[in-house]
């Protein structure tokens, strides 16, 4: 099983940039899938972006495409996710998440489909 805990989140002006930081402890994110979701405030939880375990595959939702990049170092443990040109409507808890797959080149695109949570850092960006 794999601990999952994010930093990184704070009060940004629109157009700032934040960089979130997920560290994963209890094993090697070797085999792991990852990904990030937000929940908005009183919305449902919804998909950011997602990469496979080694890196070579990547997906964004349409709403961050070109502000946001997921990375991962599998040697560190950890995920990242820089966020550029931020907009009010990016204001949400963001959460890191983890599933083991199969094999590599697979990205996990829908919230159901991962096993395992950080508890979250409330990103607030300001108009």
């Known amino acids: 099983q794999v601990q999952l805990v994010e930093s990184g989140g704070g009060l940004v002006q629109a157009g700032g940039s934040l960089r979130l930081s997920c560290a994963a402890s209890?094993?090697?994110?070797?085999?792991?899938?990852m990904g990030w979701v937000r929940q908005p405030p009183g919305k449902e939880r919804e998909f950011v972006a997602a990469?496979?375990?080694?890196?070579?595959?990547?997906y964004y939702a349409d709403s961050v495409k070109g502000r946001f990049t997921i990375s991962r170092d599998n040697a560190k443990i950890a995920l990242y996710l820089q966020m550029n040109s931020l907009k009010p409507e990016d204001t949400a808890v963001y959460y890191c998440?983890?599933?083991?797959?199969?094999?590599?080149?697979?990205?996990?695109?829908?919230?159901?489909?991962?096993?395992?949570w950080g508890q979250g850092t409330q990103v607030t960006v300001s108009s």
């Open positions: 998440a983890a599933s083991i797959v199969p094999r590599h080149g697979v990205v996990l695109v829908t919230t159901p489909e991962y096993d395992y």
């Open positions: 209890g094993r090697t994110l070797s085999s792991y899938a």
């Open positions: 990469i496979s375990w080694s890196g070579d595959a990547t």
